[in-house]
T-cell receptor
Framework: AQSVTQPDIHITVSEGASLELRCNYS??????LFWYVQSPGQGLQLLLK??????LVQGIKGFEAEFKRSQSSFNLRKPSVHWSDAAEYFC?????????????FGAGTRLFVKA | EAGVTQFPSHSVIEKGQTVTLRCDPI?????LYWYRRVMGKEIKFLLH????????ESGMPNNRFLAERTGGTYSTLKVQPAELEDSGVYFC??????????????FGPGTRLTVT
C-alpha cells in the first residue's frame, strides 16, 4: 500500500540554524511528491513539488527538497531557519494507482524555532 | 484569482446535531476533493468529485457523511448526526482537468469542526 512516513513528530532548531525534515514514501511507480506547510490558523500552503527531472527542487521561502529514488526519500531542507518558519510540515504523494488522484499525507512534523 | 474557500472557518456543535460544510473551488476546476484531519492523526482523503460526479468516495467514514456537488461548482459536506470522533479539520482542495493537473491540488484553509 502507498504510504508516507515522516519519522519526526516534532523538531526544534535555533533561529539561523539549518533544517532537514525527513520523508520516506512507499509507492509502486514514479511518485509525484509534495511538501506542504500549515502555519497556525492557516490552511495548507504548497512549498514545493517533484514530478520529474532534476531531483533537487527549489520551493518558496528558501526551501528545497531532494528526491532520492534509491532511498525512497524526499527530504526537505533549509539552510537558515527563521522564526516565521515555525509551523507544521507535511510530506505527501499523489498518484493514479492510489485509487484515483487522492493525496496521501505523512503524519506531519511540527517545527519549533528557538531564539 | 481567488483560491479555494471554505465556510465556516470554525463550527462548534453538540453531539447529535447536523453540520454542513461548504467548499468553493477555484473557478474552472472540475476536480474537487475533501480531506480531514482528526486530532493527532494524518490528513486523510474522503472523496473526489469530477464536476458533479463522485469519482472516488472510498475515504468516507460512514453513512453519516453526505457530500454533494450540484451543478459541478461548490460542494457541501453534511455530517448528520455528528459524533465526538468527527471533530477535526476538514480541508477542501481543487484541481483543473488534464494530465499533470490532477496531481497538484490547491487546498483551502479548512473548517475546524468541534463536536461537544
Amino acid at each position: 500500500a502507498q504510504s508516507v512516513t515522516q519519522p519526526d513528530i516534532h523538531i526544534t532548531v535555533s533561529e539561523g540554524a539549518s533544517l532537514e525534515l525527513r520523508c520516506n514514501y512507499s509507492y509502486g511507480a514514479t511518485p509525484y511528491l509534495f511538501w506542504y506547510v500549515q502555519s497556525p490558523g492557516q490552511g495548507l500552503q504548497l512549498l514545493l513539488k517533484y514530478f520529474s527531472g532534476d531531483t533537487l527542487v527549489q520551493g518558496i521561502k528558501g526551501f528545497e527538497a531532494e528526491f532520492k529514488r534509491s532511498q525512497s526519500s524526499f527530504n526537505l531542507r533549509k539552510p537558515s531557519v527563521h522564526w516565521s518558519d515555525a509551523a507544521e510540515y507535511f510530506c505527501a504523494v499523489v498518484g493514479s494507482n492510489t485509487g484515483g488522484f487522492k493525496t496521501i499525507f505523512g503524519a506531519g512534523t511540527r517545527l519549533f524555532v528557538k531564539a | 484569482e481567488a483560491g479555494v474557500t471554505q465556510f465556516p472557518s470554525h463550527s462548534v456543535i453538540e453531539k447529535g446535531q447536523t453540520v454542513t460544510l461548504r467548499c468553493d473551488p477555484i473557478s474552472g476546476h472540475d476536480n474537487l476533493y475533501w480531506y480531514r484531519r482528526v486530532m493527532g492523526k494524518e490528513i486523510k482523503f474522503l472523496l473526489h468529485f469530477v464536476k458533479e460526479s463522485k469519482q472516488d468516495e472510498s475515504g468516507m467514514p460512514n453513512n453519516r457523511f453526505l457530500a454533494e456537488r450540484t451543478g459541478g461548482t461548490y460542494s457541501t459536506l453534511k455530517v448528520q448526526p455528528a459524533e465526538l470522533e468527527d471533530s477535526g479539520v476538514y480541508f477542501c482542495a481543487s484541481s483543473p482537468q488534464g494530465a499533470l493537473n490532477y496531481y497538484e491540488q490547491y487546498f483551502g484553509p479548512g473548517t475546524r469542526l468541534t463536536v461537544t
